[in-house]
Nanobody, 116 residues
Framework: QLQAFGGGLVQAGGSLRLSCAASGRTYSIFRMGWFRQTPGKEREFVSSIIRSGGSTYYADSVKGRFTISRDKFKNTMYLQMNSLKVEDTAVYYC???????????WGQGTLVTVSS
């Protein structure tokens, strides 16, 4: 089970940190990631991290502004979002995958709203 929290309202240029707590079969999770979705659009990849080694991946749209991290002992993943833009407004979802091929587990979304 994955649970995301930390969303909210922030002004453009501001920062926000999202958290995702994993529980249950956490031993099977190989990587964790963040996705986001706005109404009428497909869910898009934001960032992911390999749970054991810590390698990270980012969408071009967030590189240099967002930082993903994890605390594997607490089974928690974070997304530090800086220099937020209005176009970052979306529902953010955390996900966990047992391989590099797919994400098998999804948390509920947390809404991030960036105002101008």
């Amino acid at each position: 089970q994955l649970q995301a929290f930390g969303g909210g309202l922030v002004q453009a240029g501001g920062s926000l940190r999202l958290s995702c707590a994993a529980s249950g079969r956490t031993y099977s999770i190989f990587r964790m990631g963040w996705f986001r979705q706005t109404p009428g659009k497909e869910r898009e990849f934001v960032s992911s991290i390999i749970r054991s080694g810590g390698s990270t991946y980012y969408a071009d749209s967030v590189k240099g502004r967002f930082t993903i991290s994890r605390d594997k002992f607490k089974n928690t993943m974070y997304l530090q979002m800086n220099s937020l833009k209005v176009e970052d407004t979306a529902v953010y979802y955390c996900a966990g995958g047992e391989s590099m091929d797919r994400f098998d587990y999804w948390g509920q979304g947390t809404l991030v709203t960036v105002s101008s």
